[in-house]
């Protein structure tokens, strides 16, 4: 049987992150709990803390407007 992938919101993620950061839980205790993998949770947090406030925009690889902009103007500066 295939399992279906999971799909977390960013309040999860958020929540998650901040529980690891802000206790003496282990990575790998909190994963066990949530019964998500270490690996998924290690990516969490170092989105997280590249830059918060754009971290998990939400379905696909969404970029932020500044960089959508940056793009265009740099293809219609090519072109």
């Known amino acids: 049987m295939v399992s279906k992938r999971r799909k977390y ?3 999860f993620k958020v929540e998650t992150v901040n529980l690891i950061t802000g206790s ?3 990575v790998v205790e909190v994963a066990r709990d949530l019964e998500v993998h270490p690996n998924t949770l290690y990516k969490w947090i170092r989105q997280y803390s590249e830059n918060p ?3 998990f925009p939400g379905k696909g690889k ?3 407007e500044a960089v959508k902009n940056s793009a265009v103007s740099d293809v219609k500066t090519n072109a």
Do not use: H, L, N, Y
């Open 53 to 55: 406030v754009e971290a």
């Open 62 to 64: 969404q970029a932020s």
């Open 24 to 26: 003496d839980q282990s």
């Open 9 to 11: 919101t960013r309040e």
